[in-house]
Nanobody, 123 residues
Framework: QVQLVESGGGLVQAGGSLRLSCAAS????????MGWFRQAPGKEREFVAAISWSGGVTQYADSVKGRFTISRDNAKNTVYLQMNSLKPEDTAVYYC????????????????WGQGTQVTVSS
């Protein structure tokens, strides 16, 4: 069992930045691909970004490409999502997830999920 805890959400003005963190409980963290998802009120959960276990492969949703960066520090069992140039439409609860591959995450699969952190972008 892997426990994931997100942090770093908050309220920010449009154009601002936030960095989300997701800390994992298990030392086998480095064997998992990690991903970020988000869910806005009244909408389905959507894929945001994913990173392979080594960090060598990253994938992004078109809506965040060029603005968001996913990274990981396996020594700290933590994955990050740097969000720049935030827009009101980025407002959502952001979740991190772990799975075997970035391809699985890309289609919404996740073996383990965090509880989410709220990001609100004001216009």
């Amino acid at each position: 069992q892997v426990q994931l805890v997100e942090s770093g959400g908050g309220l920010v003005q449009a154009g601002g930045s936030l960095r989300l963190s997701c800390a994992a409980s298990k030392r086998t963290f480095s064997s998992y691909a990690m991903g970020w998802f988000r869910q806005a009120p009244g909408k389905e959960r959507e894929f945001v970004a994913a990173i392979s276990w080594s960090g060598g492969v990253t994938q992004y949703a078109d809506s965040v490409k060029g603005r968001f960066t996913i990274s990981r520090d396996n020594a700290k069992n933590t994955v990050y999502l740097q969000m720049n140039s935030l827009k009101p439409e980025d407002t959502a609860v952001y979740y991190c997830a772990a799975d075997d591959t970035t391809s699985n995450l890309r289609v919404g699969s996740g073996d383990y999920w965090g509880q989410g952190t709220q990001v609100t972008v004001s216009s």
